[in-house]
T-cell receptor, first 117, second 113 residues
Framework: GAGVSQSPSNKVTEKGKDVELRCDPISGHTALYWYRQSLGQGLEFLIYFQGNSAPDKSGLPSDRFSAERTGGSVSTLTIQRTQQEDSAVYLC???????????????FGPGTRLTVT | RKEVEQDPGPFNVPEGATVAFNCTYSNSASQSFFWYRQDCRKEPKLLMSVYSSGNEDGRFTAQLNRASQYISLLIRDSKLSDSATYLCVVNREPGGGADGLTFGKGTHLIIQP
C-alpha cells in the first residue's frame, strides 16, 4: 500500500516568512511523529500525535513551531517567522501502535528539505 | 550516560567481509528495539526489529542482550549497497509514546570494493 507522503519535497523561503509542511500518514496508522534532521546530525523529535489524545509537544524548539492533525489523519507542521537555524529536513513518520512489538515500527516519509535564506 | 549510544564510525569494511556493531541503551525498562538504515539524503527505513531471542533476516542478524543493555547488528557477506548509516532505536514505553522512543545518532558504514 501507499507509504507516508510529505509535501513539498523542497521549500526555500526567506527569513521571517511562515511555512507549512504537510504529512499524509499510512492509512490506519494511529500515531504520527514529526522530526527534523540537520545536515550530518541525528533525528530530533518535535511532536507526536496519538489518536484523539492531546499531542506531545515536548520536542518543539520554540513557540514559532506548531502542528495539528485533522481528523486523525493528515498533519501540518507550521513554522512562523522562519529563522536560518530552522533549515533542516523535516521528517514525518507514522506507526500502527497496535499488535505488540510490530506496532511500534515507524515508517518515514521522504521528508521536506527546508532552506531559509 | 546517553539514552542510546552508538559508535559513529565510519566503519570501512571490504566487500564480502562480516561487520558487527553495537548500540547501548541506558534505561533497563526499554521494551522494543529496532535497527533502521539511512542512506545519504534519504529518510530512515526500518531494517529489522530486534526480538529477545535474536532474529535473522538474510545476511542480517540482530541480537539483544538485556543484562548488558545492548543490541547488536551483524552483517555477513557485505555488499556495496550496505553502505549507509545504521540507526539504533529504543522504545521504553509499552504504549509506544514518543517520549519513550529514542534514536541513536547512527553508525556510518562504508563497504569498499
Amino acid at each position: 500500500g501507499a507509504g507516508v507522503s510529505q509535501s513539498p519535497s523542497n521549500k526555500v523561503t526567506e527569513k521571517g516568512k511562515d511555512v507549512e509542511l504537510r504529512c499524509d500518514p499510512i492509512s490506519g496508522h494511529t500515531a504520527l511523529y514529526w522530526y527534523r534532521q540537520s545536515l550530518g546530525q541525528g533525528l530530533e523529535f518535535l511532536i507526536y500525535f496519538q489518536g484523539n489524545s492531546a499531542p506531545d509537544k515536548s520536542g518543539l524548539p520554540s513557540d514559532r513551531f506548531s502542528a495539528e492533525r485533522t481528523g486523525g489523519s493528515v498533519s501540518t507542521l507550521t513554522i512562523q517567522r522562519t529563522q536560518q537555524e530552522d533549515s533542516a529536513v523535516y521528517l514525518c513518520a507514522s506507526s500502527l501502535l497496535e499488535g505488540g512489538h510490530r506496532g511500534h515500527e515507524q515508517y518515514f516519509g521522504p521528508g521536506t528539505r527546508l532552506t531559509v535564506t | 550516560r546517553k539514552e542510546v549510544e552508538q559508535d559513529p564510525g565510519p566503519f570501512n569494511v571490504p566487500e564480502g567481509a562480516t561487520v558487527a556493531f553495537n548500540c547501548t541503551y541506558s534505561n533497563s525498562a526499554s521494551q522494543s528495539f529496532f535497527w533502521y538504515r539511512q542512506d545519504c539524503r534519504k529518510e530512515p527505513k526500518l531494517l529489522m526489529s530486534v526480538y529477545s531471542s535474536g532474529n535473522e533476516d538474510g545476511r542480517f542478524t540482530a541480537q539483544l542482550n538485556r543484562a548488558s543493555q545492548y543490541i547488536s547488528l551483524l552483517i555477513r557477506d557485505s555488499k556495496l549497497s550496505d553502505s549507509a548509516t545504521y540507526l539504533c532505536v529504543v522504545n521504553r514505553e509499552p504504549g509506544g509514546g514518543a517520549d519513550g522512543l529514542t534514536f541513536g545518532k547512527g553508525t556510518h558504514l562504508i563497504i569498499q570494493p
